[in-house]
């Protein structure tokens, strides 16, 4: 018998392949940045190497399929699909929330799935931080052994519990949780915002908690209060219906969280990565790696090759992005002027960013 969070999964899974369920008036900020032109790059573009370390791990160019789904025996060929891809094309890859099987041990093989296809790159746990406490360190730890993980994701999704009539509202005690398990594993662990991005007074705890890394999982991408909003609709529950409309848009875009969650760790920037070009900007703006999960939802359905097609498109742009800002790697991503205008720039300056303390290379914003 199917438990209700293993149902719930297959519900967003399926909502998120067949409806509209972006930001529908607040964007990352994407448009906002602009990278700087090489006319003489100076480089040959085949050449140049688009590798990383991160968290410990190399990776064949700094992105991530982020956290999609599991949890459901339908969802088996879909996390198939996606960490065949990523072992393919040598990027990283985060299962979707493990608490089905913490419910449902019959639910694990679709988490196992994922490091049985991809055996050799970059994977990451994922769970809940409403759900840490309930589990403990012993939980947590059996989450990491159950996907051979190389990081544990805690992820932070209140507002989309805040309008699921079964949401786990009580946040209390979660930071010192998150400290405990970060003192205890051995496995780094990142916190993750689902889409309402992160602010730089959380990013300030979250470093003295102890955290590896931050993914900033900014507004401008998927909406899960969006999401919860169709779940509403279909089950006639007209006030998470309004809740769910009212905050569709709620949060820090994600250009804007990147900025707010430079505090010395490795930043992971998601929340509205469409294109190659977006992966370069979040580079240039401080990022170690970016993450997507809508433009991969409709592929793993089809297949390995539909996500393999995708996600070599996008990393074809962020090939051609560097090379027209004269970047030979990484690291010289990393250092190439970036200019920040529009609302982004105003929201900055307006939650007092000093533009200069900021800026990456030329003080160019």
């Not at 991005?197 to 470093?207: F, N, V, Y």
Request: hydrophobic share 45%; charged share 25%; proline share 4%.
């Amino acid at each position: 018998m199917i438990n209700t969070t293993s149902k719930r999964k297959i519900e967003h899974l399926k909502l998120c392949a067949e409806s509209p369920v972006e930001s529908r008036k607040v964007s990352a900020g994407f448009e906002d940045v602009t990278l700087i032109h090489r006319a003489l790059p100076e480089l040959d573009m085949d050449k140049l190497d688009l590798s990383t370390n991160l968290l410990g791990k190399r990776l064949q160019a700094p992105f991530l399929i982020a956290s999609i789904t599991g949890g459901h025996p339908d969802t088996i060929p879909v996390n198939a699909a996606l960490a065949a891809a990523a072992e393919e094309l040598g990027v990283g890859i985060g299962v979707g929330s493990q608490r089905a099987a913490i419910d449902d041990p019959a639910q694990e093989e679709s988490f196992r799935i994922v490091r049985e296809k991809a055996p050799n790159t970059f994977v990451y746990g994922n769970v809940g931080a409403a759900q840490i406490r309930e589990y403990g360190v012993e939980g947590v730890e059996k989450l990491v052994e159950m996907v051979d993980a190389d990081a544990l994701a805690i992820h932070l999704n209140f507002l989309q519990e805040a309008i699921q009539p079964e949401g786990d509202r009580d946040a209390t005690g979660c930071l010192d949780m998150i400290k405990e398990i970060c003192s205890v594993l051995s496995k780094p662990v990142i916190i993750k915002e689902t889409g309402a991005g992160i602010s730089r007074e959380d990013a300030i705890l979250l470093q003295k908690a102890g955290v590896s890394a931050i993914d900033v999982g900014g507004a401008g991408g998927t909406s899960w209060a969006g999401v919860e909003v169709y779940r509403a609709r279909e089950s006639g529950d007209s006030a998470s219906e309004h809740l769910g409309e009212l905050f569709w848009d709620f949060g820090i875009p994600t250009v804007a969280s990147i900025i707010e969650s430079r505090v010395s760790l490795p930043i992971i920037a998601t929340g509205g990565i469409r294109t190659g070009l977006d992966i370069a900007k979040s580079i240039a703006l401080g990022a170690s790696a970016a993450s997507a999960a809508l433009p991969f939802v409709g592929p793993a359905l089809e297949g390995k090759n539909s996500v393999v097609r995708v996600l070599s498109r996008m990393l074809d742009e962020f090939r051609v992005a560097m090379f027209l800002c004269g970047c030979a790697s990484i690291e010289d991503l990393r250092k190439a002027p970036v200019v920040i205008t529009g609302w982004t720039l105003e929201y900055l300056s307006q939650r007092g960013f000093n533009v200069k303390d900021y800026a990456v290379a030329g003080d160019a914003f």
